[in-house]
């Protein structure tokens, strides 16, 4: 017989780390640097910032808050400069 533990959507989801710390820092960026803040542009600096750093995956909740907390402490500032380039080039040339 095969034996099934359940399974509860609430502790159990794929999530990557470094898109939700991208998410925030372009949002918190947008604003220092006066950038437009609509949601088109907001989503291209995430795109742009995303594509240049490594994903960082977590399956549970508990993982992803670990997580979260390594990579704010070891690649904030990667995930700053790949962050305020995207804004910078979303900035100078916004598509709406």
């Given at each position: 017989?095969?034996?099934?533990?359940?399974?509860?959507?609430?502790?159990?989801?794929?999530?990557?780390?470094?898109e939700?710390?991208?998410k925030?820092r372009?949002r918190?960026?947008?604003?220092?640097?006066g950038?437009?803040?609509?949601?088109t542009?907001?989503?291209?600096?995430?795109a742009?910032?995303?594509n240049?750093l490594?994903?960082k995956y977590?399956t549970?909740r508990?993982?992803?808050l670990l997580?979260?907390?390594?990579e704010?402490?070891?690649?904030n500032s990667?995930i700053l400069?790949?962050?305020t380039?995207a804004?910078m080039?979303?900035k100078?040339c916004?598509?709406?």
């Amino acid at each position: 017989m095969e034996s099934r533990l359940p399974i509860n959507d609430e502790q159990v989801s794929l999530v990557n780390i470094m898109e939700e710390l991208v998410k925030l820092r372009v949002r918190e960026t947008m604003r220092d640097l006066g950038a437009c803040e609509c949601q088109t542009c907001y989503l291209n600096a995430c795109a742009l910032a995303l594509n240049t750093l490594t994903p960082k995956y977590a399956t549970t909740r508990k993982g992803a808050l670990l997580s979260k907390f390594y990579e704010m402490k070891n690649a904030n500032s990667v995930i700053l400069v790949a962050v305020t380039q995207a804004v910078m080039q979303v900035k100078e040339c916004p598509h709406h």
